[in-house]
């Protein structure tokens, strides 16, 4: 079975978070054949399948997700989202470029260099949480290998990072990502008497204007400016007549190395008291911001693009966030490569079956490259 057969079969597995659907699977069963080691970690709803070869030092992890997110409406996709068909050259169906094609050529090519045979460890983890709260996904999982002693040198995550063309952007860090969400107080009552009431939105909305200008300064050569957009906002009854006693916003702020979670909600309170909100805002932060510095993993990545799509990639920061983040939070190397990201998450998601090949040479020749460095 090739790389684009295999997609075939993960792709025709309605893996919606966090139902693995039997594609870990297909995967386990392909890779006990090569000799490898495959573990299986579930924790909760969530299955992680953790397979290695070789032994010893060094280790390198190809990682990726075998969960996708629903399809929504099938009105909306000219074929079904869940059976895979090649037209123009591309290959449709949800979850085909994020991101079964990376798990379909992390399989092949960990199974070529597996044959051919090399030093140290290499390895794949998969989850079937990533789309989903990340709880018991890769985040649990690496902190159970870690705390077994396993000890991982680099990571590769196969996130779809390609943006124009096949092999032109390498995800070296990810922006940190955090949400407020503050629920300002007013009082209900009838828009004829609005002296008798206290309206939460008209209390919101000056130091809403302010919030989203605040000026976060510029970026850095690893990160773009930092941003803050609202996400969402509530209020009212749903009638025209009736003074909302309450408001809720929530909004993100995606952030650089420049500023900090405390940095941020400090400013972000400061605004609000301005105006004479002193209710609590409730932060969640998702995501701290992680740069991968040149290295044995980013040298050994980037020469096996430029050696197989014919040009060196453009290191970004830029977009969500992915599973890279928690092999950062522990310190290991990471950085992600995968194919195009343009329809990722949409109707008609597709890939480019053209780029399946390349894309597992570049798997393969990463591998060898950090483990011959």
């Known amino acids: ?14 893996s919606v978070t966090p139902n693995d659907a039997g594609c870990q699977d297909v995967v386990a069963e392909r890779l006990t054949a090569a000799g490898f080691e495959v573990v299986r970690l579930g924790f909760g709803d969530v299955e992680n399948l953790w397979a290695t070869h070789g032994s010893g030092a060094p280790l ?14 099938r009105s909306s996709w000219h074929s079904e989202p869940f059976e895979p068909e ?17 798990d379909a ?7 070529h260099v597996a044959q051919r045979g090399h030093r140290g460890t290499i390895a794949l983890l998969l989850t079937s949480d990533e789309e989903g709260p990340g709880v018991d996904g890769t985040d649990r999982a690496l902190r159970h290998l870690l705390d077994s002693g396993v000890k991982i040198d680099a990571a590769i995550v196969g996130e779809p990072t390609s943006e124009e063309s096949f092999g032109d952007v390498v995800k ?20 004829a008497y609005p002296h008798l009431a206290q309206n939460a939105v008209h209390r919101l ?11 976060w300064g510029p ?23 009736v003074v909302p006693g309450h408001c809720e916003l929530q909004f993100n702020v995606r952030f650089g190395a420049s500023h900090t979670p405390e940095s941020i909600s400090a400013r972000v309170e400061e605004a609000l008291r301005r105006h004479g909100l002193t209710e609590p805002v409730a932060w969640s932060v998702s995501a701290l911001p992680f740069v991968t510095e040149a290295g044995p993993l980013i040298e050994a990545l980037e020469g096996a693009i430029a050696e197989t799509a014919g040009a060196p990639p453009r290191r970004s920061t830029g977009g969500g966030t992915s599973d890279a983040r928690f092999f950062a939070a522990h310190g290991i ?5 995968g194919p195009l990201n343009a329809t990722i998450h949409a109707a008609n998601e597709s890939v480019e079956v053209a780029c399946l090949e390349p894309l597992v040479q570049i798997y393969e020749r990463a591998l060898e490259r950090f483990l011959a460095s």
Do not use: W
């Open 1 to 14: 079975m090739d790389v684009l057969d295999l997609l075939r079969e993960l792709v025709r597995r309605p």
């Open 60 to 73: 390198i992890c190809l990682a990726g997700h075998t969960d996708v997110v629903p399809p929504g409406p």
């Open 86 to 102: 090649i037209r123009d050259g591309y290959l449709y169906g949800r979850g085909a470029s994020d991101m079964k094609a990376s």
């Open 105 to 111: 050529a992390m399989t092949v090519a960990l199974e």
């Open 172 to 191: 070296n860090g990810r922006r940190g990502s955090m949400t407020g969400t503050l629920t300002v107080q007013g009082v209900q009552g009838h828009t």
């Open 205 to 215: 909305a000056p130091a809403l204007a302010d919030l989203v200008a605040l000026d």
């Open 219 to 241: 970026g850095d050569e690893n990160f773009p400016p930092t941003t803050l957009q609202v996400a969402n906002i509530s209020a009212g009854t749903g009638a025209s007549n």
């Open 333 to 337: 190397p990471v950085a992600e490569f």
